[in-house]
């Protein structure tokens, strides 16, 4: 078993940034990779981006958080991190912490956060 924490979310405003904490704890070590999914009001639970166990491989971003978010890892704490700047509104959404394998260059969580919650006001 693998267990999930995430931290860092909160109220922002437009532009702003924030950067999103995923501590794993438990049986790390099978589980390679690990990612973000976000899940907005109404709509389904969307992939985001993940990391491979030693960082060298990341997937590709989804479209709209290109160039504004950065996943990065730090095995010595068991710990990856999504950086987002220039928050848009749109970025609204809880997002979740996944640990599973890579798949081509998709997760395939078997492990999930309990989420954290971002919410971006105009």
């Known amino acids: 078993q693998v267990q999930l924490v995430e931290s860092g979310g909160g109220l922002v405003q437009t532009g702003d940034s924030l950067k999103l904490s995923c501590a794993a704890s438990g049986a790390t070590t099978s589980n390679p990779a690990m990612g973000w999914y976000r899940q907005a009001p109404g709509k389904e639970r969307e992939f985001v981006v993940a990391i491979s166990r030693s960082g060298g491989v990341i997937t590709d971003y989804l479209e709209p958080v290109k160039h504004r978010f950065t996943i990065s890892r730090d095995n010595a704490k068991e710990t990856i991190y999504l950086e987002m700047r220039s928050l848009k509104t749109e970025d609204t959404a809880v997002y979740y912490c996944?640990?599973?394998?890579?798949?081509?260059?998709?997760?395939?969580?078997?492990?999930w956060g309990q989420g954290t919650q971002v919410t971006v006001s105009s």
């Open positions: 996944a640990a599973g394998t890579l798949v081509g260059l998709r997760l395939l969580p078997q492990y």
